[in-house]
């Protein structure tokens, strides 16, 4: 059945396009997915232009993103009509003819009319994982027509108005429109996700509790672009080493942390209290850490910064991380005394820890010559062998794990034993 829509015309390159908006549910019910279309698996690697859709990602991402954010906003549909040979815009200077002011013709011949016979078929060339989110949303259903676990449709989606551009389909050129769109669609970073992120409470608690001037550790000494520091940067860490530390922290209480939407606020509160007195004892109380963090704007306080990150393992992130992490090991209570020692105690102790890079016990735990060891399984390594020279109680078999871990990474002789604490 044919229908009529409001449009505006434009042209790109050679590529005339419409720009119309539809009620999510009629997009819905419109578009098309690739993989839906008749014969689709039938096609070459070459002519599948379309990537699959990860619908597991649209479970766990966008589809709650919309069902839970009042807030919720999608950018345009872009959409390939196939079977468009007979699609037809009207000006609207034409339908009004001599009604439109002269001022307003020029402007005017790019609104009118778009008509669809209804033998379209619409394919989006990108938003599909969107328009498999507004279904899921709507429906609380997925792809295979199954409830969603744990998730609760919402229908007032259906009424949000979505905007869509439409060309007419040329395989060669929806092809190059697709690889373009996806191609120079820069991804974010890892810091830049954490400093807009509003459903994640660890990014939110390191945020607005950690990181500020008025807060523990000065927003100037943060660096907020980059997961790593250069040799002459001034700042003491990175936005994205206090995140994980902090998430690692949380997590040892509270169990696995849901970073797509936000605990009940008295969980939050909770959360918020223990971070913020974790840090402010590790930054008052570890020595280097002090130090680093003192005269946060001056040239003297910048340049002792990259001395302490020349000088100690401790003044690089990947360190900070891996200590974050050990003090936690460290402090989890024994499960045959319920020991469980004090969060000074176990500053006190680190402070009693050669951190020097010329240290040789750092040598394949931390470093590897004039390197510094990097990547998760680093981290977790490095935490765990500072967590036993610190005092963590461990089993023979677990020493011998992280000496033969040791050996495969090119140490010579034993690791060093747990250190003697005045």
Known sequence: MASVLPAMRGKFGTTDY?????????????????????????????????RDINFNRVKRQIAPYLVNDEDRFFGAFIVSMLHADYVEFEEITNILKGNVPALYRSAGSAFGFLTL?????LVPLDGQHRLAALRFAISGRDEKQQPIRDFESRVEVAEDVCTVMLIKHNGVKSRKIFNKVNRYAKKTTKAENLITADDDVVAVIVREAIVGMDEIIPDVLVNAKSNTLTARATEFTTLSTLYESTKYLLENTHGKINTEALPAQATHNVMQKEAQDFWETVCSEVQL?????????SELGDEKRREIRADYVLGKPVAQLALVQAIVRLRNEDSNTGYRISLDEACRRVNQLDWSVKEPRWQRVLMNGDLVLAGKAAVNYASRVIAYWLGEDLTTDEIKELEDRYISQGGTGDLSGPLKFS
Do not use: C, N
């Open 289 to 297: 850490f002090s130090d680093a963090l003192h005269d946060p704007t």
């Open 18 to 50: 419409w720009i119309v908006t539809m009620p999510a549910k009629e997009l819905t019910e419109r578009l098309v997915i690739p993989e839906d279309i008749e014969g689709w698996e039938d096609l070459s690697i070459e002519e599948r232009y379309q």
């Open 117 to 121: 016979q209804g033998s379209e078929v």
